[in-house]
């Protein structure tokens, strides 16, 4: 790859972890048809490119849609290298399976590592558990759920993220040269996404029932949210 390529690239990998988010309108139906209208710029270019021309990032829709359904204590279970969630709910901890330190020039205070499937939490101590966009890239997902379901409280909820797998597909391939997901080796059970079937499938033979299906981002990413069965 020439330089110049490789220094461009390198741009745009850096510029995907960043952190800053800014809006062009404070109305959010405003903002909501700018997004629509710019939608397909949104998925070729870095998240911090996308803020910087005042566009909601695909990370912000997530948050957006998550925060409203959390009640109570929070776990966050992948909650990455600025541990998001946690830090804008404000009651909680995220934890994820390696720390992050560098990545993005931001640590968090709220960020605990361990054990996806022998979690360092104790039993029933949490009211909200979320997988946000995390869990097809979870290799032993049954064990992470089941473990997920241990430190939920009984009348706790969880809240599932996912993509269909030919949509993920195609906004990793259109972020190819800057994908991080590209730079790491993937583990053989690690999938593109899981479809509806598959993931009623995991709710309930994990000991959870779906209460409530929730589409966002355009009807383009579903959120589950669901309690013990």
């Known amino acids: 790859m020439p330089a110049m390529m490789r220094k461009i690239v390198s741009s745009m990998r850096e510029a995907d972890r960043a952190p800053r988010r800014r809006r062009l309108f404070e109305n959010d ?57 946690v830090e804008e ?5 995220g934890f994820d399976i390696q720390y992050w330190e560098g990545y993005g020039g931001i640590g968090s205070r709220r960020l605990a590592v361990c054990r996806s499937d022998r979690m360092c939490f104790r039993d029933r101590q949490f009211d909200t558990v979320t997988v946000v966009a995390v869990l097809n890239h979870i290799p032993n997902r049954e064990e992470v759920l089941t473990e997920i379901r241990r430190v939920l409280k009984d009348d706790g909820r969880v809240i599932l993220t996912m993509v269909a797998p030919w949509i993920s597909w195609i906004n990793h391939n259109l972020r190819l040269l800057y994908d991080p997901d590209r730079d790491r080796k993937w583990d053989e059970r690690e999938v593109w996404g899981l479809t509806d079937p598959q993931m009623g499938t995991l709710i309930s033979g994990t000991g959870f029932k779906l209460d409530q299906r929730v589409s966002y981002f355009f009807g383009l990413s579903m959120m589950y949210i669901c309690s013990k069965a």
């Open 89 to 93: 709910y404000g009651n909680g901890v």
């Open 29 to 85: 139906a405003l903002q909501g048809i700018y997004d629509f209208v710019f939608f397909p710029i949104m998925v070729f270019l870095p998240s911090s490119w996308v803020s910087a021309i005042g566009m909601t990032t695909i990370r912000d829709h997530r948050i957006v849609a998550v925060k409203q359904y959390i009640r109570g204590l929070l776990l966050d279970v992948g909650a990455g290298w600025d541990n998001r969630l």
